[in-house]
């Protein structure tokens, strides 16, 4: 159980009083212009994390970087929770977490973790520690310009910090942890480092989580919370105990601003809607939408040209958001325009959290998936792959793989990172970052087949090629003898990642 806090004034003189009543009465009105509720209430509820993370190397995948201290912020919830950012706690290997003015740090556990939408809840490995610590609600979505009080622990210091600010606007935006677009709002309150995971606080409740703020040079004082219907959506999401994610019905699409396009589609002059130009293999959309529909409607929200739709009074985001809000088995009523034909049409949500280009999204928390062979080293093409370059700016040839649509032939490619020089690789040490499309002249479906077909091949070669035919010729004796001496002389571990050994 905590103590309540007391808060003492000082003996003092008269000048020094009055100036203290002045900032008293000026700490009152900046409380009441963001709500009628004092924040000295709620300092029990923000907590600092301290998380010890060692983050997956990609370019040794058979080892870790050094470990490194972040910190950041956090709120206290219902059900003995505490509320906090993915990416304060991703790839973390310990965790503790500390009350405003209490020297004493307390362990936590991540217990459920949203990466996509940058959510995380912990729990204390001893829950008596938050016994009589308020539990913060979750509010509604303020409106914009609405006056908000930004809580959290900014590095510089250990003392809980309070600025103010409006929410400017609420828009679909890219989440920077995961480099997938939810909705957000913007602030103009002062965000820096270490405020990640802090609430936003209105009236008391909390209506958004600080997730991060726009480092342009070109821009000041901007930065974004995830707003209260994404966490709502996320807490309904745990319920059952486990993580779904955010639905992703699996087709792309086009506006329909030219009136040319919208001839040729017979639109009538009030239809509005955007363009299906593809669907994903295995989507929900799959079999039930068709290449060259019009998304007319979708739960009631007409879909305008531009790919929005009516949010609140004055307010339009992307339409994506009818689909986000959704649940995990939800049906979604779709109204489209087909042949010049309106159709109504039910789509089952069944699938969720699923990139679907050929580039697999950001994993956290995972061991990558590697392994060695002929002193190769061989991983997946994903985007923890691809931000081994600075600022995960990869070579076209990588990044063009994202806008291929996979198949049941083809989900996944495999490369080359490096190689370890030896003998049996001889001719081959300065070829890296070499993207395979086939094994001894047959294509796979994914790494985990791309790997059978490298270590179970037949015949006396292991011939590897890409799409200009480019070849990597390894002797399977040669690999095979030399294996262990290759590990051994630059001090490998392990040659594989475990996931590989899983049947």
């Not at 040490?429 to 001894?440: A, E, G, L």
Request: charged content about 25%.
């Amino acid at each position: 159980m905590r103590a309540a806090r007391n808060f003492k004034v000082p003996p003092t003189n008269g000048i020094r009083l009055v100036a203290l009543c002045l900032a008293l009465l000026t700490f009152t009105l900046f409380s009441l212009n963001a709500g009628a509720e004092s924040p000295v209430g709620m300092q029990d509820s923000i907590l600092k994390i301290y998380s010890f993370k060692s983050d997956p190397n990609y370019y040794s995948p058979w080892r870790l970087h050094e470990p490194t201290q972040l910190t950041g912020s956090a709120c206290v919830i219902e059900g003995g929770r505490i509320l906090t950012n993915a990416h304060v706690v991703a790839n973390s290997k310990y965790i503790q977490f500390k009350f405003n003015q209490d020297p004493k740090k307390y362990d936590a556990v991540v217990k459920y973790v949203s990466h996509e939408i940058d959510l995380a809840i912990l729990e204390p490995t001893d829950p008596s520690v938050l016994e009589g610590v308020r539990a913060l609600k979750i509010g509604e979505l303020p409106e914009v310009l609405e006056d908000v009080l930004v809580f959290g622990y900014p590095i510089g210091g250990d003392v809980l910090s309070i600025t103010k600010g409006v929410l400017s606007r609420v828009e679909y935006q890219t989440y920077t942890h995961s480099y997938s677009s939810y909705l957000a709002g913007q602030l103009d309150a002062a965000i820096n480092p270490g405020n990640s995971g802090g609430p936003v606080i209105v009236n008391g409740e909390v209506v958004g989580i600080v997730m991060q703020k726009t480092s342009s040079g070109q821009v000041e004082n901007i930065g974004y919370m995830i707003p209260s219907p994404v966490i709502k959506h996320f807490l309904t999401d745990i319920e059952d105990g486990v993580v779904d994610g955010v639905p992703e019905v699996g087709y792309s699409d086009q506006d329909m601003e030219s009136p040319s396009m919208k001839e040729i589609y017979k639109m009538k002059p009030e239809d509005t809607g955007m363009f299906v130009k593809s669907i994903n293999w295995d989507s929900p959309a799959s079999g039930i939408l068709q290449v060259g529909d019009i998304i007319l409607d979708v739960d009631g929200n007409k879909v305008a040209d531009d790919g929005t739709m009516a949010f609140r009074q004055d307010e339009r985001i992307s339409y994506s958001y009818a689909f986000h809000k959704h649940q995990k088995g939800d049906e979604v009523k779709v109204k489209v325009l087909r042949d010049g034909k309106e159709k109504d049409l039910e789509i089952t949500l069944d699938k969720f959290s699923k990139h679907y280009g050929l580039i697999e999204p950001l994993e956290f928390d995972k061991e990558p998936r590697f392994f060695i062979y002929g002193g190769m080293v061989f991983l997946p093409v994903n985007y923890n792959y691809l931000c081994t370059w600075k600022d995960c700016d990869a070579p076209d040839r990588f990044s063009i793989l994202a806008q291929e649509a996979p198949s049941a032939d083809k989900t996944e490619y495999a490369s080359m990172l490096r190689v370890l020089p030896a003998e049996v690789n001889k001719g081959y040490h300065n070829v890296y970052n070499f993207i395979i499309t086939k094994v001894n002249g047959e294509s796979y479906v994914d790494f985990k087949d791309f790997y059978d077909k490298v270590v179970h091949a037949k015949g006396k070669y292991v011939v590897l090629e890409d799409s200009r035919n480019y070849q990597i010729v390894i002797n399977r004796d040669m690999a095979d003898a030399s294996h262990e001496d290759i590990l051994k002389k630059y001090k490998i571990s392990k040659d594989r990642s475990d996931s590989l050994l899983e049947k």
